[in-house]
């Protein structure tokens, strides 16, 4: 007699085999359609990207121009203005900031900004500062206690772009906020960005209890040539944190004033920091003073 067990073990292997070739053919399938589709969707962004480009480069031509009512190609408008406009300066930038503005594009930013979606709120603010033609950045200055550290980030870079050195000090409280704080990095780029000529913004990050938060000031200053940050950075020079006093006296060194020799040279005399440190110190007096102190 045939052994039925066998039989039926066979069996379901087969249809295992037939289910799992099917599963692979689907996949397959699945993949290449998806494929496709990508590529017509981007072959249809960049179709758009085109026409956009063509638009705005009217606008700035002084053209009358309106914006269209589709959705599609109003993202395609907004998405190039934003990259164009980081591109231009003076009347150019105003001229696309205006239209944008009359557009409605600006209202739609500030809109997006309030969205439920970190996504739809960082690029919101990437819109808005494509837009801004005035200082009015309140909308930004918001974001900077966002719940979404990409959207902090995003707000802060946008305020960079807007090259307005009165959002220095909310981005110095943004970077020490202990809730919500933005990474000190993102808040150096852009303070270097928004160009400040005095180092009286960066008076919050003095007295931070966040010792980054300081050294980055210190960096800054130094980075920027802002003078009147010398009695700051001498005073940093003491501070209980390495890196502190390494990013001080690296600015000291560029700001060259010979007065602040004297407080580096008293540091050197603690000998209580790490080597690089000390050769960062010996180095800045050098630089001060023309002698270069032995440890």
């Known amino acids: 007699m045939p052994d039925l067990s066998t039989a039926g073990a066979e069996s379901l292997a087969a249809w295992l085999l037939l289910g799992s070739a099917a599963l692979v053919a689907v996949l397959v399938v699945a993949v290449l ?3 496709v589709w990508r590529w017509g969707a981007d ?58 503005t009359a557009e409605g594009f600006r209202r739609h930013a500030v809109e997006m900004m309030h969205s439920p979606v970190s996504l739809t709120r960082a690029r919101g603010a990437r819109m808005f500062v494509a837009c801004l033609a005035d200082r009015e950045t309140r909308p930004l200055l918001d974001l900077l206690s966002d719940r979404d550290v990409r959207v902090r980030s995003a707000a802060a870079r946008a305020l960079g772009e807007c090259g307005i050195d009165t959002a220095v000090p909310f981005l110095v409280r943004a970077a020490q906020s202990d809730a919500t704080p933005l990474p000190v ?13 005095s180092a009286r913004s960066l008076g919050l990050a003095w007295q931070s209890d966040r010792p980054e938060v300081t050294a980055m000031a210190a960096e800054v200053a130094g980075f920027l040539h802002l003078t009147d940050a010398r009695v700051a ?63």
Not at 61 to 79: D, I, M, Q, T
Not at 185 to 197: D, L, Q
Not at 234 to 257: C, F, I, K, Q
Not at 263 to 274: N, T
């Open 233 to 295: 950075l001498e005073h940093a020079v003491a501070h209980d944190n390495p890196a502190v006093v390494d990013a001080a006296a690296w600015s000291l060194a560029r700001l060259g004033d010979p007065r602040s020799a004297t407080p580096i040279d008293a540091r050197l005399r603690r000998h209580d920091l790490p080597p690089l440190v000390q050769r960062s110190l010996h180095g800045a007096y050098a630089e001060l003073h023309h002698v270069r102190l032995e440890p």
């Open 33 to 35: 359609v998806i494929r």
């Open 43 to 100: 072959a249809a962004d960049a179709r758009r990207a085109t026409w956009a480009r063509e638009v705005l480069f009217r606008v700035l031509e002084s053209e009358n121009v309106r914006a269209p009512w589709g959705s599609a190609r109003r993202r395609a408008l907004a998405k190039t203005a934003a990259r164009l406009s980081t591109k231009l300066r003076g009347a150019d930038r105003a001229t696309l900031a205006a239209w944008l």
């Open 185 to 197: 990095s993102v808040a150096a780029m852009s303070i270097v960005h928004t160009a400040p000529r």
